[in-house]
Structure formats: C-alpha cells, structure tokens
Nanobody, 127 residues
C-alpha cells in the first residue's frame, strides 16, 4: 500500500518556476513507478511526466518537454516535478501517482496504469 501527498502548488506569474513535491508512505515505494498528471477545468486528466522505479527512465508530454523535470529520491520516498517557464495553459490540478506493477525501466503514461493517487495540488499561472 502506498499513500501519496502532494505539496508545492500555488499562484505564480507566467515565466516563473514551481517545484511540486510528492511524499510517499509505504515500504514498497522504491519498487513503484511514479508519474505526474494534471487536470484543467473541463478537460480530461493528462500525463505530464513519468519516472521509472529506479529513476533511470523518464517520460515527458510534448507540451512540457524542455520546461518540466521529474525526479525521485527513493531514500526519502519523494517524487518531484520541477516546472520552469510556466504558461497560463499549465494551470491545472496536479496529481502524483504511483504504480507497483510496472516493469523496472517502464514509465507508465496512462492513468489506468496507476493504482495509487494523491489528492492533488492546484497550480495557477497568471498572465
């Protein structure tokens, strides 16, 4: 069992940076792939970034490639999403997710592949 708690969201201006953190509980977190998703009002939840169990593989959605960076610290049971050069279209609720069923180097990209979810944190980017 893994529990996830996100933090770090807030209101920022266009072009600024924010780092989201996801604290995981549970001894199995180091064997779980992790991802960040977001959901804007009236839109479906979409993957932003994913990271493999050991952290050696990462995936980014085209819309955030080059601006966002996902990382993890398994010793601290933490996953991070560094978001730079933020745009108004990045405004959304951001969710941390984890899955214990992904193979070692896999970066799951579909929400259906994840079985643990955080409660979400709001990021609002003003123009």
């Amino acid at each position: 069992q893994v529990q996830l708690i996100e933090s770090g969201g807030g209101l920022v201006q266009t072009g600024e940076s924010v780092r989201l953190s996801c604290a995981a509980s549970g001894r199995t977190f180091s064997s779980a792939a992790a991802g960040w998703f977001r959901q804007a009002p009236g839109k479906e939840r979409e993957v932003v970034a994913a990271i493999s169990r050991g952290g050696s593989s990462t995936y980014y959605a085209d819309s955030v490639k080059g601006r966002f960076s996902i990382s993890r610290d398994n010793a601290k049971n933490m996953v991070y999403l560094q978001m730079n050069s933020l745009k108004p279209e990045d405004t959304a609720v951001y969710y941390c997710a984890a899955t214990s069923t992904a193979p070692f180097n896999r970066t799951p990209r579909s929400s259906s592949e994840y079985n643990y979810w955080g409660q979400g944190t709001q990021v609002t980017v003003s123009s």
